[in-house]
């Protein structure tokens, strides 16, 4: 088993404070489900993890067993079994999907040891077809003209290709009709195992009607400031982020 360990973390944007003190550990076997309003900082704390480098991390660690990553170069974090399925996925002309995930499964293996071409191909057409996508796919430029839910898809498909220790999934249900939300779901679901963590990203309880998430966190103004199971997020479904924002003042109060 594997675990990440988010510490104390602190994370400032463009000299703004956002994420503050932010704590989460979570074990390869699981699957943890981050919610929240929008600009509460979801979204910094993936890219903070993966190392972009506009995201600046101005206090605390974060532990992949004994490792601080932080200290690792993006390639270098990628290789240790993190990945990340961004929310604005980028358009790369000039390099096939093919070709990119041939790329990045081999910058993950060692030099002199190359997945094969034969497997490549066999395990790309499998999970292509567990995705529901035509294969003309593989050959089309890197989200090149892909529409919103092709582009969510391709993510996961990455996922697949790659097979990571922990994936951080931001947003990967935004902008899917219900047909696609099933397959990114299919796909997420058939990754479950005692080897592979997720942290899903989302700001509806939607997607977690096929996920069902070990654990739930509702982040709020760069913090976790709830811990639930599956009943949160669907007590977030019905009562909305405001309700809870108040239930939570209402308890503040009550406490001073
Ligand atoms: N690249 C960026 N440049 C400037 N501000 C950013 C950037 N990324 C995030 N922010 C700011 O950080 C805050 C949190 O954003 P974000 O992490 O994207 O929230 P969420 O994913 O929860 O919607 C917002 O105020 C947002 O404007
Ligand atoms: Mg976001």
Redesign the pocket.
Known sequence: MATLKIENLYVE??G?Q?LKDFNLTMNTGEIHALM?P???????LAQAIMGHP?YHVTGGKVWLDDQNILELSVDERARLGLFQAV?YPSEIPGITNAEFLKAAINARRDEDDPMAVMDFIAKLDEKMKLLDMPEEMAERYLNEGFSGGEKKRNEILQLLMIEPQFAILDEIDSGLDIDALQVVAHGINSMRGKDFGALIITHYQRLLNYIEPDYVHIVMDGRIVKNGGPELALHVENEGYQQIIESLQLHHQLEE
């Open positions: 944007v463009e703004k956002i929240g929008n600009g509460t900082g979801k979204s910094t506009l929310q």
